[in-house]
């Protein structure tokens, strides 16, 4: 019975051996067929054809991988180096404004040096150390006093025209009334002077940094851009330098005069650099006061 069913299995079980015998073989087969045109096994054909998508997908995104470490490396160092730039233009904007700085001081300088030239009198260069905040003068203090030479109602002045005059002095330091103080005045004239009958003083109105001429004729011509000068007759300022030029006129009529407003030539509000001028007025002769046609050596 035993050897019945030994028999029996070994029939049933003949098909699968059969099979398994051929996928060896087959197998086998598979392993040692080469290919006829690149002479490779096969086998490693397949598997490398099956293969080719999987590595592809992977090839890409190994790739891709790659392509934004190194985007963002580079996207790193190109942001390093713009900050590096930056900061070198704003160093280089800083070195050309100091430059400029230098420039305008030298050529400020140099125009305060030729005042000497321009105007015959001895100049005492100075600088401006401090401004009076009050709203009631318009008063500066500038870094020379009497030990340079400067006394009280010398003129002060820049190469655009008159600042004001010494009013207090220490002796390295000196105070400055400016022009545009209510307390300061100047004789003046609309034009050149010999040429122009449109005189009269100027007085500060100590606000707007503005001055008014006063008692100018109405019959005179006088325009907005008409520039003032000095006339030398306040036994301050010397005759010939800049005061101002006319920005508004009230005409006035034969029997009122101009009311004038003139804005200083001098900047008064940006100055750092002004210049004394060594200015002493002609001593104005005694009047004589002797009557006429009287013979004092003759008794009565």
Do not use: C
Not at 21 to 27: E, R, S, V
Not at 112 to 123: F, M, R, V, W
Not at 144 to 173: D, F, K
Not at 201 to 228: C, H, I, T, W
């Amino acid at each position: 019975m035993a050897a019945t069913r030994t028999q029996k299995e070994i029939r049933q079980r003949a098909p699968f051996w059969l099979l398994m015998l051929l996928a060896i073989n087959f197998a086998l087969m598979a392993v040692d067929a080469r290919d006829s045109s690149s002479k490779q096994r096969a086998i490693r054909v397949w598997v490398q054809t099956l293969a080719s998508p999987f590595e592809r997908v992977t090839s890409t995104a190994s790739g891709a991988s790659m392509g934004l470490a190194k985007k963002f490396l580079t996207f790193h160092d190109t942001a390093a180096e713009n900050e590096q730039l930056k900061d070198r233009v704003s160093q280089l904007e800083l070195e050309l404004s100091r430059a400029r700085a230098a420039g305008n001081e030298n050529e400020r300088l140099k125009g305060l040096l030729n005042l000497k030239e321009q105007s015959g009198y001895d100049a005492v260069p100075a600088r401006v150390i401090a401004r009076d905040p009050s709203v009631w003068f318009n008063t500066i203090t500038i870094g020379v006093g009497s030990s340079s030479g400067v006394e009280l109602n010398m003129p002060v002045v820049t190469g655009g025209g008159i600042v004001g005059r010494i009013v207090a002095l220490s002796p390295w330091t000196a105070q400055v009334m400016l022009i545009t103080d209510e307390q300061a005045a100047a004789g003046a004239v609309v034009g050149q002077l010999g040429e122009s009958n449109a005189l009269g003083p100027v007085k500060g109105l100590g606000q707007n940094g503005l001055a008014e001429m006063r008692f100018v004729s109405g019959l005179e011509k006088v325009e907005v851009g008409d520039y003032v000068l000095t006339t030398g007759q306040d036994g301050i300022y010397p005759a010939g330098l800049n005061v101002g030029e006319v920005v508004e006129v009230k005409h006035g009529t034969a029997t009122q005069p101009h009311v004038i407003y003139i804005r200083p030539t001098a900047r008064l509000d940006q100055l750092e650099h002004v210049a004394v001028l060594r200015y002493h007025p002609p001593q104005r002769p005694a009047p004589d006061q002797s009557l006429p046609n009287l013979d004092k050596g003759k008794k009565p």
